[in-house]
């Protein structure tokens, strides 16, 4: 059984910052990708940035510039630093993680549950 839990979210006045943290617990044998989603309300939830095993990362173009993603995959753990916060970037942000709880096994998607992240004056 695979856990992802994040945190750091909150309220924050535009141009502000926050920092994501989300670590990955159970038996994990092998991290692919870490990455940060998120969904504001009546929108599709979107990829906001992945960090793989290699380090190359990506982000939405959205969040370029604004947003950093880096990880520690020995301690299973993954972070979103959000700069020049904006109102638009308020949305519920989900800690994804592709990885295998067994060297045999294929790699699967885990969801952590959410954090709220707004934007407001």
């Known amino acids: 059984q695979v856990q992802l839990v994040e945190s750091g979210g909150g309220l924050v006045q535009p141009g502000g910052s926050l920092r994501l943290s989300c670590v990955a617990s159970?038996?994990?044998?092998?991290?692919?990708?870490m990455a940060w989603y998120r969904q504001a309300p009546g929108k599709q939830r979107e990829l906001v940035a992945r960090?793989?095993?290699?380090?190359?990362?990506t982000f939405a173009d959205s969040v370029k510039g604004r947003f950093n993603i880096s990880s520690d995959f020995a301690k299973h753990n993954v972070y979103l630093k959000m700069n020049i916060l904006k109102p638009k970037d308020t949305a519920v942000y989900y800690c994804?993680?592709?990885?295998?709880?067994?060297?045999?096994?294929?790699?699967?998607?885990?969801w952590g549950q959410g954090t709220q992240v707004s934007v407001s004056s």
């Open positions: 159970g038996s994990i044998f092998s991290i692919n990708a």
């Open positions: 960090i793989p095993s290699s380090g190359r990362t």
């Open positions: 994804n993680g592709d990885l295998r709880t067994r060297s045999y096994e294929s790699s699967l998607n885990y």
